[in-house]
């Protein structure tokens, strides 16, 4: 697999499976409502992850960031109206 890949990935992935690494997906930088910083990225098609700095970390046993899980909507289910019992968008 990994010779199928540009040079720079392709060294990349082999220096990762030397170290027993498994790629599990990208994040990308977002930012909130709020001008926080996170990053987000799927798992699956319908699984996202969100990486968050922990805005609650006291002391340095507490973690610098917090991942979360969580299910994510395709772009048909976002698309698709609701409708009421006769069928009528709204």
Sequence with gaps: ??????KNIAKRES???KNNLIKL?????KE???????FQGKLSYNTNLLLFKNQYKNSEKDPDL???IGKAENKEQQ????LDNEGIPF
């Design 32 to 38: 909130g409502k709020d001008g926080n910083v996170f």
């Design 66 to 68: 917090i991942l979360y």
């Design 15 to 17: 220096e990762m499976e």
């Design 25 to 29: 997906t990208g994040l990308w930088k």
């Design 1 to 6: 697999m990994v010779d199928t890949l540009p």
């Design 79 to 82: 698309k698709k109206p609701e």
